[in-house]
């Protein structure tokens, strides 16, 4: 059986895909899962310090993350294409390959305002969303 792969898309891979990179690979590993996980942009922004710092509550280091465009994935035998916000399904090119695409659109922390810790609780409301879809993602995909 070919080897599973899923591939995390968004905007600029710099926040929500980072942070469900990051949580696939927690939950995988968990459950004993053999999956290839990969994160990807149709841009590329550069990997959000905020991201970092609320995943490394939850003990989940993204600091040697790259923000790597979409395009570098095309013919890298993706299985299952998970888009995390609309603009990315709108600017997804088409892959070779036959794949599973499911899209769940999270609000982009980076467009919050405010005091510090107000921009600090939306990373960490949306990483939280994250979360939840990401443990459920595991359990019900592999």
């Known amino acids: 059986m070919k080897k599973q792969k899923i591939l995390v898309l968004c905007t600029g891979n710099s926040c929500r895909s980072q ?6 690979k927690h939950y995988a590993t968990a459950e004993g899962k053999d999956v290839g996980i990969y994160s990807a942009g149709v841009e590329t922004h550069g990997v959000n310090p905020l991201a970092i710092k609320v995943m490394l509550e939850k003990e989940i280091d993204l600091s040697n993350h790259t923000s ?9 035998g993706i299985t299952h294409l ?5 603009h990315a399904v709108e600017a997804c090119p088409v892959f070779p390959e036959t794949i599973d695409h499911t ?4 609000n982009d922390p980076a ?6 810790e107000e921009i600090l609780n939306s990373f960490r409301k949306i ?8 443990s459920n993602y595991i359990k019900e995909t592999f």
């Open 103 to 106: 899209h769940h659109a999270f």
């Open 68 to 76: 790597d465009l979409v395009d570098d994935y095309l013919n890298s």
């Open 19 to 24: 942070m469900a990179d990051g949580f696939l």
């Open 111 to 116: 467009n919050a305002s405010g005091a510090e």
């Open 127 to 134: 990483r939280d969303e994250i979360d939840s879809f990401c």
């Open 82 to 86: 998970i888009s995390v916000c609309n």
